[in-house]
């Protein structure tokens, strides 16, 4: 049985950890009854659906549609850590605000282009 029968399959609910390059805490949730069957390579390959990644992306679209605070909880979640990335590059505090600033103008003024089934982190970060 392949990977999508395994994931149409609605008999019991398994949690598996994933090995091999991610967090061991990151895990994947199975509906199939026979979790013997399963390859590693099946459970190493298959990408993981990241809670915060599914509501960014819902954020992503309802900034899309014209609501202004879904940007607000953008900024609030990344503004930190891209303000710190940015310090680390810059080693001053006035001009990482500044970048930090223009990176989420950069960021609002190109939402319309992003693309939902990936990640909006990796995508701040990229234009940061």
């Known amino acids: 049985m392949g990977w999508d029968g395994l994931m149409a399959d609605s008999f019991a609910q398994t949690w598996i950890t994933l090995r091999g390059g991610r967090k061991a805490n990151d ?30 992306a819902g954020l992503v679209v309802r900034v899309t549609e014209g609501e202004a605070a879904a940007f607000d909880k953008l900024v609030e979640r990344y503004s930190v850590r891209i303000f710190a990335h940015l310090f680390r590059l810059v080693r001053n505090r006035e001009e990482a605000e500044d970048l930090t600033q223009e990176t989420f103008l950069r960021v609002y003024r190109s939402l319309a282009r992003f693309d939902t089934a990936r990640p909006f982190r990796s995508w701040v970060y990229k234009i940061a």
């Open 27 to 56: 895990r994947i949730r199975l509906r199939h009854a026979d979790t013997h069957s399963l390859r590693q390579d099946d459970i190493a390959n298959t990408p993981v659906l990241d809670p915060d990644a599914i509501e960014d």
